[in-house]
């Protein structure tokens, strides 16, 4: 299970990294994010005026992650149909590196951005004047998405998968007997004292989400307290997704702030299941779909529409729930057996709105950081 990094630091290293593919295609772009220089081929045509470039941007475990990732199995299918090349955008900021561009009056050099979350448009449009998404439109399976699942309001994100937070546990760890609270409130028992691995919600998507659960739960006057009392039992807070699950996977404590199809992955690398239980606690998952959106100054923008009507096919759907371990976002997707069997909805679906996020992320999130991250 692979998650992105959520609007790293301005001036990361963002070389982009544009895969080949089935086809061996090569060029693309070159960039220099600290400087934003850059070097680019022509785009929308190959030489020649041959068939055009899609130029997709994307966070890079879409792409190459070490185990299965929908990318290469995307470029071929939708190569195989399209008379047109697909080439993959991963900068190692992910959206920041089109956020800066935009800053400094540069071009996105992309048509189309997957993996959007009502987060990263809510800082998105807190950073920039001008628009740096345009509308969706003419998409034909438009109707086929879930409607719970739309989280801009403005019509420029799709949403393509989603995931629900939840905790992932090892009842083997200790005696062998380890269960997971079900409840916040038990998080802060005695005996969970040092127990439980989480994300910084200023760096991680998946530790944002967790820390906008706790809001819902204990309110907007009572989430700092209970971070507090968090920390006073111990709870380890890593950076990002990555690096929280790897050390749960390593055995350094016995729960970790994941996703709800984390069985999933588990039974597909054969590994022991007592080791990947989920907990929904309060009986609530927050719920986190990511979607995808046109570039306002794309070169391509019918092809980008084509390629957004493409990922809401019902096998496509399928297959990018199977290979990312997420949920499909469209109510037509038919899910293999063994998915269907693993993957835990929560009896409860929680979630804010891209209205209230809007008002508030930044305060939640900036007073997160001075009471808990800076003591």
């Known amino acids: 299970m692979r998650r992105r990094s959520f609007l790293k630091a301005a001036g990361a290293g963002g070389v982009s990294a544009l895969l080949a593919g089935c086809t061996g295609t090569g060029g693309g772009e070159t960039t220099t994010e600290a400087s934003g220089d850059t070097t680019e081929t022509a785009e929308g045509t190959t030489a020649g005026g041959e068939s055009p470039t899609l130029t997709v941007g994307t966070y890079g475990s879409f792409v190459d992650a070490p185990s299965s990732s929908p990318g290469p199995w995307l470029k071929e299918t939708f190569e195989s149909e399209f008379d047109a090349t697909l080439e993959w955008q991963t900068p190692d900021s992910g959206v920041n590196y089109y956020i800066e561009r935009a800053l400094q009056g540069v071009e996105s050099g992309a ?8 987060q990263m448009l809510v800082r998105i449009d807190q950073n920039l004047d001008e628009a740096l998404f345009s509308p969706a439109e003419g998409l034909s399976r ?3 998405v879930n409607e719970q699942l739309n989280f801009d309001p403005q019509g420029r994100a799709v949403p393509y998968d989603t995931g629900y937070i939840s905790l992932v546990y090892d009842e083997t760890y200790g005696d062998g007997d380890f269960a997971a609270p079900e409840t916040f409130d ?3 028992e005695s005996e969970y004292a040092g127990a439980l691995l989480a994300q910084n919600p200023t760096s991680s998507a998946t530790g944002q989400a967790f820390l906008l659960h706790t809001i819902d739960a204990k309110g907007e006057d009572g989430y700092l307290d209970y971070w507090a009392s968090l920390k006073e039992n111990d709870v380890r807070v890593l950076g990002n997704w990555e690096d929280s699950y790897n050390a749960y996977s390593n055995g350094e404590a016995p729960m970790v702030v994941s996703y709800s199809t984390d069985q999933v992955y588990a039974a597909e690398s054969g590994e022991d299941m007592a080791k990947h239980r989920i907990r929904f606690l309060n009986d609530q998952g927050y719920a986190n779909p990511e979607g995808m959106a046109p570039f306002a100054d794309a070169s391509n923008p019918d092809l980008a529409a084509e390629f957004m009507d493409f990922m809401l096919r019902p096998e496509v759907q399928a297959e990018i729930a199977v290979r990312n371990v997420q949920f499909p976002a469209t109510t037509t997707a ?8 693993y993957a835990q909805e929560p009896p409860e679906a929680v979630t804010f709105s891209y209205d209230r996020l809007q008002d508030n992320l930044s305060d939640w999130t900036d007073a997160w950081a001075r009471e808990f991250a800076s003591k």
């Open 186 to 188: 038990g998080l802060l």
């Open 334 to 341: 038919e899910l293999p057996e063994d998915f269907a069997q």
């Open 111 to 118: 048509d189309l951005y997957v993996g959007l979350d009502a």
């Open 142 to 144: 438009i109707g086929d």
